[in-house]
Protein backbone atom coordinates (compact mmCIF):
# COMPACT_ATOMS: atom_id res chain seq x y z
CA UNK A 1 0.00 0.00 0.00
CA UNK A 2 1.21 3.48 -0.85
CA UNK A 3 0.87 6.34 1.35
CA UNK A 4 -0.29 8.17 -1.81
CA UNK A 5 -4.33 8.23 -2.23
CA UNK A 6 -5.19 6.13 -5.05
CA UNK A 7 -9.08 5.42 -5.82
CA UNK A 8 -9.63 1.58 -6.06
CA UNK A 9 -12.55 0.09 -7.09
CA UNK A 10 -13.41 -3.87 -5.31
CA UNK A 11 -14.16 -5.40 -8.49
CA UNK A 12 -16.74 -7.73 -6.56
CA UNK A 13 -19.15 -4.82 -6.83
CA UNK A 14 -18.14 -3.66 -10.07
CA UNK A 15 -16.76 -0.28 -8.37
CA UNK A 16 -19.95 -0.03 -6.11
CA UNK A 17 -17.27 0.02 -3.47
CA UNK A 18 -14.12 1.89 -3.74
CA UNK A 19 -10.60 2.16 -1.33
CA UNK A 20 -8.41 4.49 -1.23
CA UNK A 21 -5.43 4.90 1.41
CA UNK A 22 -3.70 7.87 2.79
CA UNK A 23 -1.23 7.19 5.73
CA UNK A 24 -2.74 4.90 8.10
CA UNK A 25 -6.35 5.65 6.72
CA UNK A 26 -8.07 3.07 5.08
CA UNK A 27 -11.22 5.38 3.36
CA UNK A 28 -14.45 3.32 1.71
CA UNK A 29 -16.90 5.05 0.19
CA UNK A 30 -20.15 3.43 -0.96
CA UNK A 31 -20.35 4.35 -4.78
CA UNK A 32 -24.24 3.43 -5.84
CA UNK A 33 -25.58 6.68 -5.53
CA UNK A 34 -28.61 6.57 -7.80
CA UNK A 35 -29.75 3.76 -5.24
CA UNK A 36 -28.76 5.99 -2.63
CA UNK A 37 -26.16 3.86 -1.63
CA UNK A 38 -28.16 0.67 -0.41
CA UNK A 39 -26.44 -2.09 -0.20
CA UNK A 40 -25.71 -5.29 -2.52
CA UNK A 41 -24.92 -8.67 -1.56
CA UNK A 42 -21.55 -8.19 -3.79
CA UNK A 43 -21.07 -5.27 -1.88
CA UNK A 44 -21.47 -6.81 1.53
CA UNK A 45 -18.52 -9.16 0.34
CA UNK A 46 -16.29 -6.56 -0.86
CA UNK A 47 -17.08 -4.49 2.56
CA UNK A 48 -16.20 -8.09 4.40
CA UNK A 49 -13.36 -8.99 2.51
CA UNK A 50 -11.51 -4.97 2.41
CA UNK A 51 -12.15 -4.94 6.24
CA UNK A 52 -10.92 -8.09 6.85
CA UNK A 53 -7.61 -6.97 5.08
CA UNK A 54 -7.42 -4.11 6.52
CA UNK A 55 -8.24 -5.65 10.31
CA UNK A 56 -4.96 -7.51 9.18
CA UNK A 57 -2.58 -5.20 7.69
CA UNK A 58 -0.66 -3.30 10.26
CA UNK A 59 0.25 -0.02 8.43
CA UNK A 60 -3.84 0.61 8.69
CA UNK A 61 -4.68 1.80 12.22
CA UNK A 62 -8.09 3.28 11.28
CA UNK A 63 -11.08 3.15 8.97
CA UNK A 64 -13.25 5.71 7.27
CA UNK A 65 -16.58 5.02 5.86
CA UNK A 66 -18.64 7.19 3.29
CA UNK A 67 -21.48 7.68 0.91
CA UNK A 68 -21.00 8.69 -2.68
CA UNK A 69 -23.13 11.84 -3.44
CA UNK A 70 -25.30 12.71 -6.14
CA UNK A 71 -24.51 15.95 -7.92
CA UNK A 72 -27.81 18.48 -7.02
CA UNK A 73 -29.25 15.81 -4.95
CA UNK A 74 -29.86 15.03 -0.95
CA UNK A 75 -26.93 13.22 0.59
CA UNK A 76 -27.45 9.57 1.32
CA UNK A 77 -24.62 7.26 3.58
CA UNK A 78 -26.63 4.36 2.73
CA UNK A 79 -30.49 3.74 2.36
CA UNK A 80 -30.64 0.26 3.66
CA UNK A 81 -30.61 -3.25 1.93
CA UNK A 82 -31.65 -3.65 -1.83
CA UNK A 83 -35.15 -4.08 -1.25
CA UNK A 84 -35.41 -4.90 -5.05
CA UNK A 85 -33.67 -7.76 -5.14
CA UNK A 86 -35.16 -8.95 -2.15
CA UNK A 87 -38.73 -8.92 -3.97
CA UNK A 88 -36.94 -10.58 -6.98
CA UNK A 89 -35.12 -13.02 -4.97
CA UNK A 90 -37.86 -14.33 -3.23
CA UNK A 91 -40.18 -14.44 -6.15
CA UNK A 92 -37.55 -17.06 -8.17
CA UNK A 93 -36.93 -18.76 -4.38
CA UNK A 94 -33.13 -17.64 -5.26
CA UNK A 95 -31.08 -18.99 -2.13
CA UNK A 96 -28.94 -16.01 -2.78
CA UNK A 97 -31.56 -14.01 -0.39
CA UNK A 98 -30.40 -16.08 2.38
CA UNK A 99 -26.74 -15.35 1.85
CA UNK A 100 -27.89 -11.66 1.21
CA UNK A 101 -28.90 -11.43 5.48
CA UNK A 102 -26.32 -14.29 6.31
CA UNK A 103 -23.23 -12.18 5.35
CA UNK A 104 -25.33 -8.92 6.13
CA UNK A 105 -25.30 -9.76 9.55
CA UNK A 106 -22.08 -11.21 9.60
CA UNK A 107 -20.64 -7.95 8.23
CA UNK A 108 -22.71 -6.30 10.98
CA UNK A 109 -20.87 -8.37 13.81
CA UNK A 110 -18.14 -7.74 12.80
CA UNK A 111 -17.89 -4.12 12.09
CA UNK A 112 -18.93 -3.66 15.99
CA UNK A 113 -15.87 -6.15 16.94
CA UNK A 114 -13.54 -4.22 14.57
CA UNK A 115 -10.42 -4.02 16.33
CA UNK A 116 -9.45 -0.49 14.96
CA UNK A 117 -10.85 2.90 14.97
CA UNK A 118 -14.24 2.62 12.64
CA UNK A 119 -15.60 5.73 11.62
CA UNK A 120 -19.05 6.39 9.79
CA UNK A 121 -19.69 9.91 8.10
CA UNK A 122 -23.23 9.32 8.39
CA UNK A 123 -24.52 12.14 6.23
CA UNK A 124 -28.31 12.37 4.71
CA UNK A 125 -30.08 9.40 4.54
CA UNK A 126 -29.34 6.13 6.95
CA UNK A 127 -31.68 3.63 7.13
CA UNK A 128 -32.05 -0.28 7.93
CA UNK A 129 -28.76 -1.55 6.06
CA UNK A 130 -27.00 2.13 6.69
CA UNK A 131 -27.70 1.47 10.12
CA UNK A 132 -26.26 -2.06 10.17
CA UNK A 133 -22.79 -0.29 9.08
CA UNK A 134 -22.65 2.60 11.32
CA UNK A 135 -24.28 1.99 14.56
CA UNK A 136 -20.88 -0.39 15.05
CA UNK A 137 -18.71 2.44 14.61
CA UNK A 138 -16.36 3.61 16.94
CA UNK A 139 -16.98 7.49 15.65
CA UNK A 140 -20.70 8.26 14.29
CA UNK A 141 -20.28 11.65 12.74
CA UNK A 142 -23.87 12.91 12.13
CA UNK A 143 -25.44 16.41 10.13
CA UNK A 144 -28.23 19.08 9.80
CA UNK A 145 -29.11 16.52 6.76
CA UNK A 146 -28.61 13.07 8.16
CA UNK A 147 -32.05 10.94 8.98
CA UNK A 148 -31.92 7.90 10.60
CA UNK A 149 -34.61 5.75 10.88
CA UNK A 150 -35.01 1.85 11.05
CA UNK A 151 -38.94 1.82 8.87
CA UNK A 152 -38.91 -1.78 8.34
CA UNK A 153 -42.42 -2.55 9.31
CA UNK A 154 -43.22 -0.30 6.54
CA UNK A 155 -42.60 -3.71 4.31
CA UNK A 156 -43.58 -5.85 6.63
CA UNK A 157 -40.23 -7.13 8.00
CA UNK A 158 -38.70 -5.92 11.30
CA UNK A 159 -35.56 -3.76 12.61
CA UNK A 160 -32.76 -5.87 11.72
CA UNK A 161 -29.18 -5.88 10.98
CA UNK A 162 -29.01 -5.61 15.18
CA UNK A 163 -32.01 -3.70 15.34
CA UNK A 164 -33.40 -5.32 17.59
CA UNK A 165 -30.26 -4.94 20.22
CA UNK A 166 -29.03 -0.90 19.31
CA UNK A 167 -32.38 -0.16 19.85
CA UNK A 168 -32.83 -1.91 22.42
CA UNK A 169 -29.59 0.07 24.07
CA UNK A 170 -32.02 3.67 23.87
CA UNK A 171 -33.25 5.40 26.65
CA UNK A 172 -36.85 4.20 28.11
CA UNK A 173 -39.03 2.54 25.24
CA UNK A 174 -37.37 4.88 22.78
CA UNK A 175 -36.70 1.49 20.82
CA UNK A 176 -39.86 0.44 20.54
CA UNK A 177 -41.34 3.54 19.24
CA UNK A 178 -38.63 3.78 16.50
CA UNK A 179 -38.88 0.21 15.60
CA UNK A 180 -43.19 -0.04 15.38
CA UNK A 181 -43.53 3.89 14.30
CA UNK A 182 -40.32 4.23 11.59
CA UNK A 183 -39.60 7.39 12.91
CA UNK A 184 -36.81 9.42 11.16
CA UNK A 185 -34.02 11.15 13.59
CA UNK A 186 -32.23 14.04 13.27
CA UNK A 187 -28.78 14.72 14.62
CA UNK A 188 -30.03 16.35 17.84
CA UNK A 189 -32.28 13.47 18.75
CA UNK A 190 -29.76 10.25 17.25
CA UNK A 191 -27.49 11.55 19.53
CA UNK A 192 -29.50 12.21 22.78
CA UNK A 193 -30.63 8.45 22.24
CA UNK A 194 -27.19 7.64 22.16
CA UNK A 195 -27.39 6.34 18.10
CA UNK A 196 -24.84 8.95 16.75
CA UNK A 197 -21.66 10.43 18.44
CA UNK A 198 -20.53 14.05 17.24
CA UNK A 199 -21.90 16.70 14.66
CA UNK A 200 -20.24 18.28 12.12
CA UNK A 201 -21.99 20.70 9.81
CA UNK A 202 -22.96 19.88 6.20
CA UNK A 203 -20.90 22.78 5.22
CA UNK A 204 -17.78 22.00 6.54
CA UNK A 205 -18.28 18.29 5.77
CA UNK A 206 -16.35 18.32 2.46
CA UNK A 207 -13.39 20.00 3.69
CA UNK A 208 -13.29 17.06 6.13
CA UNK A 209 -13.27 14.41 3.67
CA UNK A 210 -10.44 16.26 1.94
CA UNK A 211 -8.68 16.42 5.29
CA UNK A 212 -9.10 12.71 5.27
CA UNK A 213 -7.94 11.91 2.30
CA UNK A 214 -5.40 13.84 1.57
CA UNK A 215 -3.51 16.20 4.98
CA UNK A 216 -0.80 13.60 6.24
CA UNK A 217 -2.57 10.61 8.93
CA UNK A 218 0.39 9.46 10.72
CA UNK A 219 -1.77 7.69 13.27
CA UNK A 220 -5.17 6.73 14.41
CA UNK A 221 -4.74 9.43 16.74
CA UNK A 222 -4.83 11.91 14.29
CA UNK A 223 -7.75 10.76 12.32
CA UNK A 224 -9.70 10.81 15.17
CA UNK A 225 -8.28 14.41 15.91
CA UNK A 226 -9.12 15.51 11.99
CA UNK A 227 -12.74 14.23 12.46
CA UNK A 228 -13.16 16.08 16.13
CA UNK A 229 -11.56 19.58 14.97
CA UNK A 230 -14.67 19.98 12.88
CA UNK A 231 -16.87 19.26 15.65
CA UNK A 232 -19.33 21.31 16.92
CA UNK A 233 -22.36 21.65 19.40
CA UNK A 234 -25.36 18.97 18.31
CA UNK A 235 -28.88 20.72 17.48
CA UNK A 236 -31.34 20.39 19.83
CA UNK A 237 -33.17 17.15 19.87
CA UNK A 238 -36.54 17.93 18.75
CA UNK A 239 -38.25 14.70 20.15
CA UNK A 240 -36.66 15.02 23.97
CA UNK A 241 -40.35 16.61 24.81
CA UNK A 242 -42.07 13.75 23.80
CA UNK A 243 -40.10 11.09 25.78
CA UNK A 244 -43.03 10.42 28.43
CA UNK A 245 -45.78 10.06 26.87
CA UNK A 246 -43.21 7.59 24.40
CA UNK A 247 -42.41 5.64 27.76
CA UNK A 248 -46.35 5.99 28.64
CA UNK A 249 -47.42 4.15 25.51
CA UNK A 250 -44.66 1.95 24.56
CA UNK A 251 -43.99 0.12 27.61
CA UNK A 252 -47.40 -1.36 27.05
CA UNK A 253 -47.74 -5.08 27.22
CA UNK A 254 -48.39 -5.70 23.52
CA UNK A 255 -49.44 -4.04 20.52
CA UNK A 256 -53.23 -4.47 21.01
CA UNK A 257 -52.88 -2.48 24.60
CA UNK A 258 -50.32 0.23 22.96
CA UNK A 259 -53.04 0.92 20.14
CA UNK A 260 -55.71 1.33 22.63
CA UNK A 261 -53.29 3.94 25.12
CA UNK A 262 -52.45 5.84 22.33
CA UNK A 263 -55.97 6.23 20.63
CA UNK A 264 -57.14 6.92 24.79
CA UNK A 265 -55.10 9.97 24.81
CA UNK A 266 -57.17 11.67 21.53
CA UNK A 267 -54.22 14.26 21.04
CA UNK A 268 -52.89 15.41 17.75
CA UNK A 269 -49.33 13.54 19.16
CA UNK A 270 -51.18 10.19 19.45
CA UNK A 271 -53.29 10.32 16.49
CA UNK A 272 -49.79 11.31 14.19
CA UNK A 273 -48.37 8.30 16.20
CA UNK A 274 -51.25 6.03 15.04
CA UNK A 275 -51.01 7.15 11.52
CA UNK A 276 -47.54 6.34 11.17
CA UNK A 277 -49.03 2.52 12.45
CA UNK A 278 -51.56 2.17 10.38
CA UNK A 279 -49.27 2.02 7.30
CA UNK A 280 -47.16 -0.56 8.48
CA UNK A 281 -47.79 -4.39 8.60
CA UNK A 282 -49.64 -5.89 11.69
CA UNK A 283 -47.42 -8.77 11.89
CA UNK A 284 -44.10 -6.83 11.05
CA UNK A 285 -45.15 -4.27 14.39
CA UNK A 286 -45.81 -7.43 16.69
CA UNK A 287 -42.51 -9.04 15.62
CA UNK A 288 -40.24 -6.17 15.95
CA UNK A 289 -42.50 -5.16 19.45
CA UNK A 290 -41.22 -8.44 20.59
CA UNK A 291 -37.88 -8.21 19.25
CA UNK A 292 -36.46 -5.35 20.87
CA UNK A 293 -38.15 -6.25 24.30
CA UNK A 294 -36.02 -10.22 23.85
CA UNK A 295 -32.99 -7.77 22.89
CA UNK A 296 -32.47 -6.14 26.24
CA UNK A 297 -31.95 -9.58 27.57
CA UNK A 298 -29.41 -10.85 24.69
CA UNK A 299 -25.89 -10.40 23.06
CA UNK A 300 -25.37 -8.47 19.95
CA UNK A 301 -24.50 -12.08 18.76
CA UNK A 302 -27.43 -13.83 20.40
CA UNK A 303 -29.59 -10.87 18.40
CA UNK A 304 -28.17 -11.42 15.15
CA UNK A 305 -28.76 -15.10 14.92
CA UNK A 306 -32.47 -14.14 16.01
CA UNK A 307 -32.92 -11.65 13.62
CA UNK A 308 -31.35 -14.55 11.05
CA UNK A 309 -34.27 -17.28 12.40
CA UNK A 310 -37.06 -13.88 11.82
CA UNK A 311 -36.22 -13.08 8.86
CA UNK A 312 -36.58 -16.43 7.17
CA UNK A 313 -39.69 -17.01 8.37
CA UNK A 314 -40.98 -13.42 6.91
CA UNK A 315 -39.78 -14.74 3.23
CA UNK A 316 -40.47 -18.37 3.93
CA UNK A 317 -44.24 -18.25 2.88
CA UNK A 318 -42.69 -16.87 -0.45
CA UNK A 319 -41.21 -20.25 -1.14
CA UNK A 320 -44.29 -22.03 -1.25
CA UNK A 321 -45.74 -19.61 -3.22
CA UNK A 322 -47.79 -18.18 -0.21
CA UNK A 323 -48.96 -14.22 0.92
CA UNK A 324 -45.54 -13.13 2.04
CA UNK A 325 -46.22 -9.59 4.20
CA UNK A 326 -42.35 -8.78 3.65
CA UNK A 327 -42.40 -9.61 -0.48
CA UNK A 328 -46.28 -7.70 -0.16
CA UNK A 329 -44.69 -4.65 1.62
CA UNK A 330 -41.77 -4.31 -0.93
CA UNK A 331 -44.35 -4.50 -3.85
CA UNK A 332 -46.58 -1.30 -2.61
CA UNK A 333 -43.49 0.47 -1.84
CA UNK A 334 -41.11 0.27 -4.34
CA UNK A 335 -42.45 -2.32 -7.51
CA UNK A 336 -45.72 -0.92 -8.24
CA UNK A 337 -45.59 1.61 -5.85
CA UNK A 338 -49.36 2.54 -5.16
CA UNK A 339 -48.82 2.01 -1.85
CA UNK A 340 -51.67 -0.16 -1.10
CA UNK A 341 -50.23 -3.05 0.52
CA UNK A 342 -52.58 -5.95 1.64
CA UNK A 343 -51.28 -6.87 4.79
CA UNK A 344 -51.95 -11.08 5.98
CA UNK A 345 -53.87 -10.21 9.01
CA UNK A 346 -54.72 -6.89 8.07
CA UNK A 347 -55.77 -6.16 11.44
CA UNK A 348 -53.45 -6.68 14.58
CA UNK A 349 -56.49 -8.47 17.13
CA UNK A 350 -56.21 -11.20 14.26
CA UNK A 351 -52.17 -11.58 14.93
CA UNK A 352 -51.96 -15.43 16.36
CA UNK A 353 -49.64 -15.91 19.34
CA UNK A 354 -48.81 -18.98 18.11
CA UNK A 355 -47.38 -17.68 14.57
CA UNK A 356 -45.28 -15.12 16.05
CA UNK A 357 -43.42 -17.92 18.81
CA UNK A 358 -42.53 -20.09 15.53
CA UNK A 359 -41.00 -16.82 13.88
CA UNK A 360 -38.77 -16.57 16.61
CA UNK A 361 -37.55 -20.38 16.45
CA UNK A 362 -34.57 -21.39 14.82
CA UNK A 363 -35.20 -23.24 11.55
CA UNK A 364 -31.86 -24.72 12.20
CA UNK A 365 -30.42 -27.16 14.77
CA UNK A 366 -27.71 -24.61 16.87
CA UNK A 367 -24.34 -26.51 14.74
CA UNK A 368 -25.69 -25.59 11.84
CA UNK A 369 -27.44 -22.40 12.43
CA UNK A 370 -25.52 -19.39 9.65
CA UNK A 371 -24.44 -17.21 12.19
CA UNK A 372 -23.40 -20.15 14.86
CA UNK A 373 -20.05 -19.04 13.96
CA UNK A 374 -20.63 -15.37 15.80
CA UNK A 375 -18.95 -15.40 19.28
Known amino acids: MSDTPSLIPLLGSDGQILAEVNGVLGIITLNRPQALNALSLAMIRDLRTLLSAWAQDPRIEAVAVLGASREGKPPAFCAGGDIRFFHTAAKAKDKALGDFFTEEYALNYEIHNYPKPYIALMDGIV ?16 TERSKLAMPEAHIGLFPDVGGGWFLAQCPGHVGEWLALTGQALGAGDAIALGLGDVFVRGAELPGLIEALRSRPQPNAE ?45 SDWSRHVLAQLSK ?96
Open 280 to 375: NSPLAMTISLELVRRGRGLSLAEDLRLERNLVHWCFEPAWHDQHCDTVEGIRALAIDKDHQPRWQPSQADAIEPALVERMFSSPWPVDSHPLAGLA
Open 127 to 142: MGGGMGISQGARLRVL
Open 222 to 266: RVVATVMDCAEVAPDALHQGERERIDRHFSAAGLLPLLASLHAEN
